[in-house]
């Protein structure tokens, strides 16, 4: 897009749809609508220039087999697939319990049961597909910071003076969502007390496409198969433990790391930066309202025990893209929004549940229940029925199906 085209197109102020939050889930949203007749605007709090969003880091993002299909029907998988990594094998265990479960994707019958890429590479190529769309205008940097609801439309005034109208405002604007406040909409959450230690690490092993799930008495660890035989690692610990293990040198925290996690997946020879992420659930009250869907972390933000909160946003996508394709005149028409309702609520709140559930089991010291979870464990790695079950779900496979996602069982 060259820039006469672009001032031209930042003139517009009325659409069909508009999108607030240009990160992973909003861009992917507007992508996933590149060939509908819908105008677009997408509006971000910072340039979409250099992946500069706090989103595009170099954190490891795992797709399930679900999101890669959804990718793969809106034609953006040939050009990511070059920087992902298969998981092949998903290697479950509890710290100092015998129970050990394992997947497979040869078992499952499928390529892989998930890939994994950095944020950062992923931004970089919802960014370019952005650029590319010629009925999407951008309006970034800038950010809302008021609206008003009418029974046609809903307004918005930005911070640099511009006002808007959409016949639909769709907030993907994260978990501390701006529409969400403005909107008046409250939110359950729940805090864990706990901080996800995140860097890439590498091993004097050959990974071959394993992850590995270890739950402990402080929370879980996660280590995620990425490019160059690096792992992208999550390692959930107690508030209060997290400064010690950020400040140390490489060589402690190697060592610390080694202790709690085993040898399992080798001996761990070199971290990259680290970051800490302190875990909370939240899940918005009413996220879909009159002219207004909310998606994404701004709708429901989980814990990362399942790995799967950017999956859930990407079904979100999935099917609020499939109803908006089809809507006709009037995308923000009731009967549209209330079929997305309908739709989602059910995968969204079984999966708040299942992620809470899950920490409050996993993340205790309590030894009865500790030698309950390494026997269910155990039993489930011999139970082909219940084992096939978890699979399914850690791909983000279920029963309805929209187009856009054929097949991935959304």
Known sequence: MNLADAHQKQQKTQFDLLIVGGGMVGAS??????????????????????????????????????????????????????????????????????GVTRLSAEKQQVPALGQVLTARDLGQHLNRHLQQMTQLSLFCPAQVSSLSKLDDRIEVSLDNGQKLSAKLLVAADGRDSTIRRLVGLDAREQQYQQ???????STDQAHNGRAFERFTDSGPMALLPMSDNRSSLIWTVSEGQEKALLDAPDTVFLDQLQQRFGYRAGRFIQVGQRSSHPLTLMQADMPVQPRCVLIGNAAHSLHPIAGQGFNLGLRDVAVLAELLTDAGEDCGHAAILHNYQQWRQKDQDQLVRATHHLVQLFSNNISLLGHLRGAGLAALDTLPPLKNWL????????QTQPRLGRGIGL
């Open 29 to 98: 949203l507007a992508i996933a609508l590149k060939n509908s007749a819908l105008n677009i605007g997408l509006i971000e709090a910072r340039s979409l220039a250099n992946n500069s969003q706090p989103s595009y880091d170099d954190r490891g993002i795992a797709l399930s087999y679900g999101s890669q299909t959804i990718f793969q029907s809106m034609g953006l998988w040939p050009d990511i697939a070059p920087c992902a990594t298969a998981i092949k094998h998903i290697h479950i265990s509890d710290r100092g319990r015998f």
């Open 195 to 201: 901080i996800a230690i995140t860097a890439n690490i």
């Open 391 to 398: 699979a399914q779900r850690s791909m983000g496979l279920a």
